[in-house]
């Protein structure tokens, strides 16, 4: 496609962007780095971003509600090269995108090209109306769009050969399956106990299977689909526990006047070197039978109280009226030895617990990479299994998250 408005300025942005994904390890195949090179992706920001900061791999917040949380945005480029390469997108697919906003669908139909349809849907008329007239701008008028809630995918476009979701959920609803064709492709930002993953969706009989997996953020889903997470503020939106199973009860006044107490701290013998990724340790704590939240601070103002290892996502043992969350110290050769902090009566078991599981993630499970993730009916009756597994129940279906041991 033609770049209508911009110039060769722009094109050397697309281009140096273009060139940081493939050094990240992003945009690998020849069709998605031509994409990225095609798209002016500037144009899809709001009024007022600089070039710098439009074809930065950031996010780019492009609507907020009346709380000043985002509530419409375009993705980190490195994230929506990863979809869409996982999506395994071809000339003459069909392609629908769940949550808008124009730029990823004008990748998208660079990628299947004129004899391919991209559908991008929101629930947010001004989110598509701004799509749409940017979308025309910048020469995708191909590509359509509509008003819709997400929960129930778009009939009208059926079937797809990929769903690309970028809005995270909770749940996987029987629409986007069923608009899906027999070797379809659905890829998907989906919270699992608080930690959200992109998988990468197979069907397998009755059921999905993650080929893949990495952690990303999203704005949440709006409407059928929406299943906000529980929030407990321990200091103000300093220090926010959050919630994501409904099983969890904590004595929120407790645990916030706990942290006014003494700070128990344990250290494992378990250590990770520096830019190693701690999703699979993340997810492995949070498939642990009992009371979990996940930790996020705001370290400055938190100094001096709260140091967790991530302050985003970070596992968080509970138990009541107390809380032990992991903890990360670097060592003299740069490596990071991982421990606990807790607060409250219970801390010192909680601890206790944390660093022993750190022990058994890396004797039993860190060198396997990860769990094996699958979404099933919510009706499934899994077969019993002597391997850890943590069963996330929602109203359409249930994800499993099975560990397997080197042992």
Known sequence: MTDVVAGPITADLRAQLTTRLVAKGFAQSPSVRAAFRAVPRHLFAPAGTSLQAAYADRVVVTKRDAARAATSSVSAPWLQAYMLEQAQLRPGARVLEIGSGGYNAALAAELVGP??????????????????????????????????????????????????????????????????????????????????????????????????????????????????????????????????????????????????????????????????????????????????????????????LLDPQDRFFCPTLLAGDSLTYLTSRQQHDGAWQLGAHGFGPQAQSLADDLTGLLVTWDEQHRQNGGPQITVHPASTELADTDRLRLVVRRSHTLTAIDWPSIR
């Open 115 to 304: 004899a391919g349809q991209v559908t991008t849907i929101d629930i947010d008329p001004d989110v598509i109306s701004s799509a749409r007239a940017v979308l025309n701008r910048s020469g995708y008028p191909l590509v359509h769009t509509a008003v819709a809630d997400g929960e129930h995918g778009y009939p009208p476009g059926a079937p797809y050969d990929a769903i690309l979701v970028t809005v995270e959920a909770a749940d996987v609803p029987p629409a986007w399956t069923e608009q899906l064709t027999p070797g379809g492709r659905l890829v998907v930002p989906l919270r699992m106990r608080a930690h959200t993953r992109c998988l990468t969706l197979d069907r397998a009989g009755d059921h999905l299977v993650a080929r893949a997996s990495i952690q990303c953020g999203f704005v949440s889903m709006q409407g059928h689909g929406q299943d906000p997470v529980r929030l407990v503020q321990l200091r103000g939106d300093a220090a926010v526990l959050i919630l994501d199973d409904p099983a969890t009860q904590v004595d929120a006044t407790a645990i916030a006047m706990a942290l006014d107490g003494p700070r128990t701290e344990r250290w494992s013998p378990v250590t990770l070197t520096a830019g190693t990724s701690f999703e699979a340790l993340h997810l492995f704590l949070a498939s642990q039978p009992r009371p979990y939240g996940i930790l996020n601070v705001d370290r400055e103002r938190t100094l001096g």
